[in-house]
Structure formats: structure tokens, C-alpha cells
DNA sequence: GCCTATTTATGAGCGTACTCATTTTTATGA
DNA sequence: TCATAAAAATGAGTACGCTCATAAATAGGC
């Protein structure tokens, strides 16, 4: 019974009228999806500041104080994007079973430039927002933790990879620092991503794969016994 | 004579009164200055959302609006701190002739922590601003330009460190991906840096110290030649 | 169904960064 | 020395993100 109340979204009791307190938690919930579909939409179109919380409420048909019971800020709002992409990024790798075998430079090539391009109609907003969410904010903020989930959850992804990548002796056994590695590799191919004028970015795509086989490589002939 | 328009404080003749339009000149470098001083020891003291436009103004002794005919906007004026931070940096290297034939991995341990330990006074500034500095912003802005030739200054500078250990056999030939591996290394340490809740942040300068080896150490055992 | 407590929605109001029409200061040429 | 043009300073005004006192909606007990 106490366990519920680790649970995000309480299991609804069949018993009583419409499920008890399940219209009110719906109805929360549907708001919520309805400001974050509004906000993504205008952020995709504007960018982050060309995009006014005004917009934002008329769009998703709410009040503009009511946008603010469910995001403390307009940038935590945001941060809530990120969520949604690791998600969709770690349910896509776990359903592309034709990766679990590839070679890891050709794994990460393909994780990252999955999400390269889940990002990629967004830009302009993504220049304003990325590194944010990658900086520590108020202790007081609720996204500071939830920031802070997001971040152990992605590197768990990538330790997951890296892990298997040593056990089949496809690099040496680099432990923790790997997947920090992982991670901040990707922010400096986004940074490299931003600037690249590019048709369709094929700077970046070329960068991506060459100094993935070269770190591969690297890594092979040095070891790491050192 | 046509040179003149390229340079930027152009030389006052010595005939005329007061030097002639050179009294202008010389009041809007000191104002610029005063609103730059006022604006950093207030960043320090209270953070960059912790202070407003007024506040600085006041302490400049100008009007509101007057602040921003020297700055576009208050993230512009911010990002002015890394011009003095990089010049400072360039300069100190300079004058430090000890360090000139230090190993390389000494020679970075000392460049970024001399970096750190500039931008100590300013944590909560830094964690607001640093990243922000790197991404592009609207190609109108004037300061688009300047910090991508503070970029480019800085990247400058690590490059011929990077050339002088290659020709002293420190590590093999890596060409201009080695300078933009430094910065994106300085990124991470930054980021570690903010988050690190250690006495004198020493778990950073304890990570510095680690990687900075082991990535020499890789280099010079796994070569380039690929 | 009805009363009460709790949760959610509302929009006027606040302080902010920033703009712009106007005033003040400075440079120049006669 | 004065008249005129150019540059710089000014501060009231604007749109914004966000707060908060109040109103509406919902849940639970009777």
C-alpha cells in the first residue's frame, strides 16, 4: 500500500463514481500534455524567445496564470522537451534489435545521430536551450532534480552500451569516465552542429563518424593499463 | 588617412582644441568602462538574474536607457567578461617563461586552472552565462562576431601550444582537431566544476590533473596513424 | 443531493529588460 | 563667438515573464 506513493500516476480504484479522484488527476494530466504540444509547436516555429507565455496558454486554450501551475518558468518548460527525447531515444534503441550486434562506432554513430535528428526541426530553439539544461539550477527548483534524473538516466543508457563494448573486448575497460566521455562528445558535436551551415549538416554527420572510428581506434591500440 | 576608419581609437591630433573630437571619444571609453565595472561586481555579488539594468545604471551613474546605447542588451554586456577573461589568459601564458618548457599536460594543468581560478569569484555569473557564450546567436548582433573572434583567439592560442609539443615529440601529429578536443575538454571541466560541492572544487582540479595524463599518455601510445 | 474542504483556474497587477521620441552636449566652420 | 549639425543622454512608455488574491470546480462524508 505505501508503495503507491512512489508511483507517478496513482493506479485509479475501479470502485466508486468515474474513478473517484481519477477526473480531477486526468484532466491534470490532459492540461498538461496540451500546454507541452502548444508549447513545442511554437517553440519549433519561433524559437524559445520569439515564443510568449501569452501564446503559449491562448494556444493550449488556458488561462496565463494557469500555465504556471504546471511549469514553474518558461525555460523549465522548456527542459521538459529533453525528457521526452532521452525517452524516445532509449525506447528506439531498445526496439532496434539489428544495432544490439553492430560494432560500437557504428552504435553510437547511429544514437547520435538519431538524435541529431529528433532535434534537428527544432534549432534555433535548441541553441537557446541545450546547454541550459546541461547547468545546475536553483536547488529550490523541482527540475533541478528531475534535470538531475534525466542526465543519470541517459548516462546509465550509455554505460549499458559501453559495458557491453568491453565484455566483447571491443575496447578496454574504461569504467565510469566513458560514459562522461560519451556525454560530453555529444555536446561538442552539437556545438558543432549548431554552427554547421552545411547542407543537411553533413559536416557534422562526417565529424560524427570520423572521431567516433578514430576514438575507437585510439582507444584500442593504447589500452589502458597505464 | 583612409586607414583610419579601420582603426578603432583613432589617433587624436595633436592641433585643435582638447584634441579635438578626441574628448568625445574619451568620455564614451569611460563610461563604457564604468558600466562594465559596475555590472561585473554586481554579477559577482548577486549573479546575473540577480541583478537588473537599473541597478548597474545606477552604479555606473548614467540613465537607464544610456546602458544600452554601449550595450544591446544585459547578456551582451555579461558576455564581456570572457573578452577581459581570454586577454587576461593570453597575456598571464605570456609572462609565464617557467612554464614555456613544462610537459604539456602541466602546461594545460596550468592554463585552465589559472581559468578557474579567474572565474571562482563569479560561480553563480558562470553557471548563468559560460555556455551561453558558445552558442551562435542571431547573426545581427555585433557580438556574433566578436565572440566568434573570441573563439577563434582562443582556439589560436591552444593550437600553438598543441604545434609546440608536436614538434617536440610530446604526442603525434593531430592537427587542428587537438585545439577544439582542449576547448570541448575545458567545457567538461567547467560543467564539473559548477557541480562540484567539494572544499576548493579539488575533486575538479583532481579530475584536471587525471585526464590530462591519461589522455597524453593514450596519444602517445596509441599514435595517429590510422 | 448537499455541505465543506481541497484543488485548480483566472486575470489584474508587478517588476523587468528594452525602445524611442525628445533634450542636452559636443564638434565644426565661418 | 555664434549657428548648425552630429552624437550621446535621458526617462516615460511597452511588452514580457511571472505572482497572488480571488473565483470556480471537484472530491468525500453525510
Redesign the pocket.
Known sequence: MSVLIFMKQPANEKK?????????????ER?KEKILAAALELFREHG??G???????RKA?????????????????ALFFFQKETNDLIRWYGQSARLHDAPLPEKLFAIIHRQLEYIAPYEEFIGAVFFRSLQPRSKLSPLSLESQELRLKYLRFVSDILAQAEEKKEIPPIGELGAYAVGLFYMGIVTHWLHDPSEGKQKTLALLDRSLNLATNVLKKGGWDW
Open positions: 466508486g463514481k468515474a474513478a473517484s479522484k481519477g477526473k480531477r488527476n486526468l484532466n491534470k492540461t524559445l524567445e515564443t510568449t507565455t501569452k501564446q503559449i496558454s486554450g488556458i488561462a496565463e496564470g494557469t500555465l504556471f501551475n504546471y511549469f514553474k518558468t518558461k525555460e523549465d518548460l
